[in-house]
């Protein structure tokens, strides 16, 4: 017999070792974009885990958050704000400033702005909101120039109402291309000819708006407000303004958004004291056309002494260098209530 050849048998391998170190480091990558994700970083710091360019990069991976349904209400009243925004000013070859003072009676500085408009005529317009008394008026100004006005209670939607009044008085001037509103005790701090040529040669608007976190800022804010107005949104400002026409229309074109300030924005509404006129505009504006107004306002007003109202200036305090330090300032600053 020949030579038997015996092959060697299989070899014994030993089970293969399942990857696991993969596959806990695809779950660790799934559970932190997932917590990424609902629970962003607040500061770009933590970004830096996938990019130094921050938050952005995070952002470009994750499906957009769905914004939320706007109500039937709410697209009719963006519609409409968005057609005035976007249709071009009607240029007037007489553009005149409206003056539009909100007074409780007669006007106390009213030689004072006689003076101020002397040899201006057809430069500017009057209108004379007075809310409790009939003004006596000393300048031709003024004269014929009161509106048909209403009671107006501090703290209530009628201030607002009586500025809306003013507002639609004097948009029915179409010359009008700017609209200041003032009250009985201001005055001007400079000539007509800087005053006129600097408004009417912008293009925004000078609403005082500001975030004011503290108890007399979003601790007036009411959630009967939403969905319209959210607590990121609600902003607060001085009430006293200067608005281009485009901006006064909208005012006058907006129910949605002041039907909800009438209704949840008034002293002693549910514990709180929401001051409509101190919130409405600045958070209005906020909301359609927040790049389209200044943020600060071109009235001075001192509320350093942080009291319900602004520091009022006596006979002996108006001094040359009190009016020089007012028309210095270049800042606007906006004193918070949670300041100490």
Same mark, same amino acid.
């Given at each position: 017999?020949?030579?038997?050849? @015996?092959?060697?048998?299989?070899?014994?391998?030993?089970?293969?070792?399942?990857?696991?170190?993969?596959?806990?480091?695809?779950?660790?990558?799934?559970?932190?974009?997932?917590?990424?994700? @609902?629970?962003?970083?607040?500061?770009?710091?933590?970004?830096?885990?996938?990019?130094?360019?921050?938050?952005?990069?995070? +952002?470009? &991976?994750?499906?957009?958050?769905?914004?939320?349904?706007?109500?039937?209400?709410?697209?009719?009243?963006?519609?409409?704000?968005?057609? @005035?925004?976007?249709?071009?000013?009607?240029?007037?070859?007489?553009?005149?400033?409206?003056?539009?003072?909100?007074?409780?009676?007669?006007?106390?500085?009213?030689?004072?702005?006689?003076?101020?408009?002397?040899?201006? =005529?057809?430069?500017?317009?009057?209108?004379?909101?007075?809310?409790?008394?009939?003004?006596?008026?000393?300048?031709?100004?003024?004269?014929?120039?009161? @509106?048909?006005?209403?009671?107006?209670?501090?703290?209530?939607?009628?201030?607002?109402?009586?500025?809306?009044?003013?507002? +639609?008085?004097?948009?029915?001037?179409? $010359?009008?291309?700017?609209?200041?509103?003032?009250?009985?005790?201001?005055?001007?701090?400079?000539?007509?000819? *800087?005053?006129?040529?600097?408004?009417?040669?912008?293009?925004?608007?000078?609403?005082?708006?500001?975030?004011?976190?503290?108890?007399?800022?979003?601790?007036?804010?009411? =959630?009967?407000?939403?969905?319209?107005? =959210?607590?990121?949104?609600?902003?607060?400002?001085?009430?006293?303004?200067?608005?281009?026409?485009?901006?006064?229309?909208?005012?006058?074109? $907006?129910?949605? *958004?002041?039907?909800?300030?009438?209704?949840?924005?008034?002293?002693?509404?549910?514990?709180?004291?929401?001051?409509?006129? =101190?919130?409405?505009?600045?958070?209005?504006?906020?909301?359609?056309?927040?790049?389209?107004?200044?943020?600060?306002?071109?009235?001075?007003?001192?509320?350093?002494?942080?009291? &319900?109202?602004?520091?009022?200036?006596?006979?002996?305090?108006?001094?040359?260098?009190?009016?020089?330090?007012?028309?210095?300032?270049?800042?606007?600053?906006?004193?918070?209530? $949670?300041?100490?």
């Amino acid at each position: 017999m020949g030579d038997v050849h @015996i092959l060697p048998g299989s070899r014994h391998r030993p089970p293969m070792k399942k990857p696991m170190w993969i596959i806990v480091l695809a779950l660790f990558v799934c559970v932190f974009l997932i917590c990424a994700y @609902i629970y962003p970083p607040k500061s770009s710091t933590a970004c830096y885990v996938f990019s130094s360019k921050g938050c952005k990069a995070i +952002a470009d &991976w994750l499906p957009p958050v769905p914004a939320r349904e706007y109500t039937d209400d709410e697209i009719a009243s963006h519609a409409v704000i968005r057609d @005035i925004l976007n249709t071009p000013p009607a240029l007037s070859k007489n553009p005149k400033i409206a003056f539009m003072f909100l007074t409780p009676g007669s006007l106390p500085f009213e030689k004072l702005w006689d003076k101020f408009f002397q040899g201006h =005529e057809g430069k500017f317009s009057v209108y004379v909101h007075a809310s409790k008394t009939k003004p006596v008026h000393v300048s031709r100004y003024f004269v014929n120039r009161d @509106i048909r006005s209403d009671q107006v209670i501090w703290g209530k939607i009628s201030m607002v109402d009586a500025e809306r009044r003013l507002l +639609a008085n004097a948009l029915q001037d179409p $010359d009008n291309q700017q609209f200041v509103l003032l009250s009985d005790s201001c005055v001007p701090l400079y000539n007509f000819d *800087y005053i006129f040529y600097y408004l009417i040669n912008t293009n925004i608007s000078f609403v005082d708006c500001f975030w004011d976190p503290g108890p007399h800022g979003n601790g007036r804010y009411s =959630e009967r407000m939403l969905p319209e107005v =959210e607590m990121n949104d609600f902003r607060k400002g001085a009430q006293w303004f200067s608005m281009k026409r485009q901006h006064a229309v909208v005012v006058m074109a $907006d129910n949605l *958004y002041y039907t909800k300030f009438r209704a949840h924005c008034q002293p002693g509404l549910e514990g709180k004291n929401c001051i409509a006129d =101190e919130h409405y505009l600045p958070t209005f504006f906020k909301i359609v056309d927040p790049g389209g107004i200044a943020n600060w306002s071109i009235t001075h007003v001192d509320w350093s002494e942080r009291k &319900w109202h602004p520091k009022s200036y006596k006979a002996q305090d108006v001094t040359d260098e009190l009016l020089k330090n007012i028309t210095s300032i270049d800042v606007s600053v906006h004193v918070t209530s $949670d300041e100490k």
